[in-house]
């Protein structure tokens, strides 16, 4: 019997849909691992037609095509190791979200993924099919056992694997970031190793698709528990992986392990990335964005030049009465220190155009809100139409906290195709503005240094819709703000909960009342950055038409 295996494992970053390119990246890493004398390549769950593919799998010429392909792919690499790559498998009238094992020109077999998650952004109990408890795969004379991801935070699929004849654990996973989600991957594959006594390999995939980032970190556990290998997180990467047999059975040979960023810095890079594969994968090359002056567009600028480089950004100015003179000198120094392109636009001829065709409908009545948010419409205006013009897509640049209460005006700022703050709340958006000004990393496309000037993450926020206007005349202090929405939205706490805690329960109520009148603008919004497990879109779903306010 063999007493070493070695397996390739590709920690790639697949894009949904695209089959032929998919394969190809799957081929690319066979070769490598062809080379290196690997006896299989791994790759990670749905690969051959990316994830999370939601109701698109769903069509049949979508399924067969994946399937088509990884039989193509089996027919090409038949000289050479075994591939292990995820994808659909339709059957009899069934739909399985599956891992197909392939050698010697041919699909060996076949894992049915068992346990579907049907929580989070995930609904893959109204998608798939749950497939048996099933038994180990050979590979030679080695014997395989692979718990597709959801699988593995169960104990009895492992359980099942062990008591068959699996002598490892690989561990093909869709597994998306949310913040200090590692340590809880970490600890549940520990307690499957701890169960089964076996070597247990964690194989996850890289890259955006729409909110969610897929983060890697892929690692390799030994009997025990200890860490053989760490993969890098949000990076690609192909590395060899060796498992020796002893007398005590297999065990993985130690090899580099990659430093695992705080979570500022996995925020940080999550947004990069997030925007970086969705202007990619859509096909899109340069951004524009309103540059306010303010420290949320600049936070997006900053993410925006890291994600495509400050040549491919251009920030836009569009000043009205209310601009201040300070905003107009740090929206243009904030796009200068980051070498991104300053485009300056007035909003004040065609603010006055609207004023007087409405003039004659508007008589009689007191200037309001409605006057203010014609000013942020009329910038959605000019800003999609220079989108329109030039191929740039528009990013928005509302944080949580404004998309939580509503503060942001529907088809004015909040127009726009993606937004990367819409996960992030303002006290944390802060504090990632001096993370950003303090660090630079070598996925960043932009310069290094303070690149947000500190006036702008300093002075007090506001609209600038009106005189001496700031964000706390309508809304609380944001630390106190943050914290209600935290424990409303994030935790589902009751409102008596959160007054137990300390806060004015007019506020309270004020602030859920708030966030249950803004559905409607969230239904509307464009998609953003997945953070948390409490992120507007996917994670939490609520109806728009609600009179359910909570009484306690």
Same mark, same amino acid.
């Given at each position: 019997?063999a007493?070493?295996?070695?397996?390739?494992?590709?920690?790639? *970053?697949?894009?949904?849909?695209? =089959?032929?390119?998919?394969?190809?990246?799957?081929?690319?890493?066979?070769?490598?691992?062809?080379?290196?004398?690997?006896?299989?390549?791994?790759?990670?769950?749905?690969?051959?037609?990316?994830?999370n593919?939601?109701d698109?799998?769903?069509?049949?010429?979508?399924?067969?095509d994946?399937v088509a392909?990884?039989?193509?792919l089996?027919?090409i690499?038949?000289d050479?190791?075994?591939?292990a790559?995820?994808?659909?498998?339709?059957?009899?009238?069934?739909?399985f979200?599956?891992?197909?094992? &392939?050698k010697?020109?041919?699909?060996?077999t076949?894992?049915l993924?068992?346990?579907?998650?049907?929580e989070?952004?995930?609904?893959?109990?109204?998608?798939y099919?749950?497939g %048996?408890?099933?038994?180990?795969y050979?590979?030679g004379?080695?014997?395989?056992?692979?718990?597709i991801?959801?699988?593995?935070?169960?104990?009895?699929?492992?359980?099942t694997?062990?008591?068959t004849?699996?002598?490892?654990?690989?561990?093909p *996973?869709?597994?998306?970031y949310?913040?200090h989600k590692?340590?809880?991957?970490?600890?549940? =594959?520990?307690?499957?190793?701890?169960?089964t006594?076996?070597p247990?390999?964690y &194989?996850n =995939?890289?890259?955006?698709?729409d909110?969610q980032?897929?983060?890697?970190?892929?690692?390799?556990?030994n009997?025990?528990?200890?860490?053989?290998?760490?993969?890098?997180?949000?990076?690609?990467?192909?590395?060899?992986l060796?498992?020796?047999?002893g007398?005590?059975?297999?065990?993985?040979v130690?090899?580099?392990?990659?430093?695992m960023?705080?979570?500022?810095?996995?925020?940080?890079? $999550?947004m990069v990335?997030?925007?970086?594969?969705?202007?990619g994968?859509?096909?899109?090359?340069?951004?524009?964005?309103?540059l306010?002056?303010g420290?949320?567009?600049?936070l997006?600028?900053a993410?925006?030049?890291?994600a495509?480089?400050?040549?491919?950004?251009? $920030?836009?100015?569009?000043p009205?009465?209310y601009?201040s003179?300070h905003?107009?000198?740090?929206?243009r120094?904030?796009a200068?220190?980051?070498g $991104?392109?300053?485009?300056?636009?007035?909003?004040?001829?065609?603010?006055?155009?609207?004023?007087?065709?409405l003039?004659?409908?508007?008589?009689?009545?007191?200037p309001?809100?409605?006057?203010?948010?014609?000013?942020s419409r009329?910038?959605g205006?000019?800003?999609?139409? &220079?989108?329109?013009?030039f191929?740039e897509?528009?990013?928005t640049?509302?944080?949580?906290?404004?998309?939580?209460?509503?503060?942001?005006?529907?088809?004015?700022?909040?127009?726009?195709?993606?937004?990367?703050?819409?996960d992030?709340?303002?006290?944390r958006?802060f504090e990632?503005?001096?993370?950003?000004?303090?660090?630079h990393?070598?996925?960043?496309?932009?310069?290094?240094?303070?690149?947000?000037?500190?006036?702008?993450?300093?002075?007090? %926020?506001?609209a600038?819709?009106?005189?001496?206007?700031?964000?706390?005349?309508?809304?609380?202090?944001?630390e106190?703000?943050?914290?209600?929405?935290e424990?409303?939205?994030d935790?589902?706490?009751?409102?008596s909960?959160?007054?137990?805690e300390?806060?004015?329960?007019?506020?309270?109520k004020?602030?859920?009342?708030?966030?249950?009148l803004?559905?409607?603008k969230?239904?509307?919004s464009?998609p953003?950055?997945?953070l948390?497990?409490?992120?507007?879109?996917?994670?939490?779903?609520?109806?728009?038409?609600?009179?359910?306010r909570?009484?306690?």
């Amino acid at each position: 019997m063999a007493d070493r295996f070695r397996i390739t494992l590709a920690q790639l *970053n697949p894009v949904l849909g695209d =089959m032929a390119g998919n394969a190809a990246k799957a081929r690319a890493a066979w070769e490598e691992g062809k080379a290196a004398g690997a006896d299989l390549v791994a790759f990670t769950e749905m690969f051959i037609c990316g994830y999370n593919a939601q109701d698109l799998v769903d069509r049949p010429a979508f399924a067969a095509d994946a399937v088509a392909h990884i039989e193509a792919l089996a027919e090409i690499c038949a000289d050479g190791p075994a591939i292990a790559i995820g994808g659909p498998w339709p059957e009899d009238g069934k739909l399985f979200n599956a891992y197909f094992i &392939l050698k010697g020109g041919k699909v060996m077999t076949r894992v049915l993924k068992h346990h579907l998650p049907n929580e989070t952004v995930f609904d893959e109990v109204r998608i798939y099919d749950a497939g %048996p408890l099933g038994g180990p795969y050979a590979v030679g004379n080695v014997r395989v056992g692979s718990p597709i991801c959801e699988d593995a935070w169960h104990e009895d699929v492992a359980e099942t694997l062990a008591e068959t004849g699996a002598e490892f654990l690989l561990v093909p *996973n869709g597994s998306p970031y949310y913040r200090h989600k590692m340590d809880v991957r970490v600890n549940l =594959m520990v307690q499957r190793v701890v169960e089964t006594g076996l070597p247990l390999i964690y &194989l996850n =995939m890289v890259g955006g698709q729409d909110d969610q980032v897929f983060d890697g970190g892929s690692f390799v556990l030994n009997p025990g528990g200890a860490l053989a290998v760490q993969m890098p997180v949000f990076d690609e990467a192909v590395v060899q992986l060796d498992l020796e047999r002893g007398p005590e059975g297999w065990r993985a040979v130690e090899g580099e392990k990659a430093k695992m960023p705080d979570a500022w810095e996995q925020d940080y890079r $999550c947004m990069v990335q997030s925007v970086r594969d969705y202007f990619g994968k859509t096909g899109f090359s340069k951004a524009l964005l309103g540059l306010s002056g303010g420290v949320d567009s600049a936070l997006v600028a900053a993410i925006a030049a890291d994600a495509l480089g400050p040549d491919n950004v251009r $920030c836009v100015m569009l000043p009205s009465e209310y601009t201040s003179e300070h905003s107009l000198e740090d929206a243009r120094a904030a796009a200068e220190r980051l070498g $991104c392109r300053y485009d300056f636009v007035p909003i004040g001829g065609p603010r006055a155009a609207v004023t007087e065709a409405l003039a004659p409908l508007f008589e009689g009545t007191e200037p309001g809100l409605t006057e203010e948010n014609i000013q942020s419409r009329l910038r959605g205006l000019l800003l999609m139409a &220079l989108s329109n013009k030039f191929g740039e897509m528009l990013l928005t640049t509302g944080n949580k906290s404004e998309v939580a209460v509503g503060y942001a005006t529907i088809y004015g700022d909040m127009a726009g195709g993606y937004n990367p703050l819409k996960d992030l709340y303002k006290t944390r958006v802060f504090e990632t503005c001096r993370w950003r000004n303090a660090n630079h990393r070598p996925w960043m496309k932009g310069p290094a240094g303070e690149v947000i000037p500190p006036r702008v993450i300093d002075k007090p %926020p506001s609209a600038e819709l009106r005189e001496d206007q700031k964000d706390e005349d309508s809304l609380p202090p944001y630390e106190a703000l943050d914290r209600i929405l935290e424990m409303l939205v994030d935790e589902e706490a009751a409102v008596s909960e959160v007054v137990a805690e300390g806060f004015d329960r007019d506020t309270v109520k004020k602030v859920e009342r708030l966030i249950y009148l803004s559905e409607y603008k969230r239904f509307q919004s464009a998609p953003g950055t997945r953070l948390t497990k409490a992120a507007f879109w996917l994670d939490r779903r609520y109806p728009v038409v609600n009179r359910w306010r909570d009484p306690s």
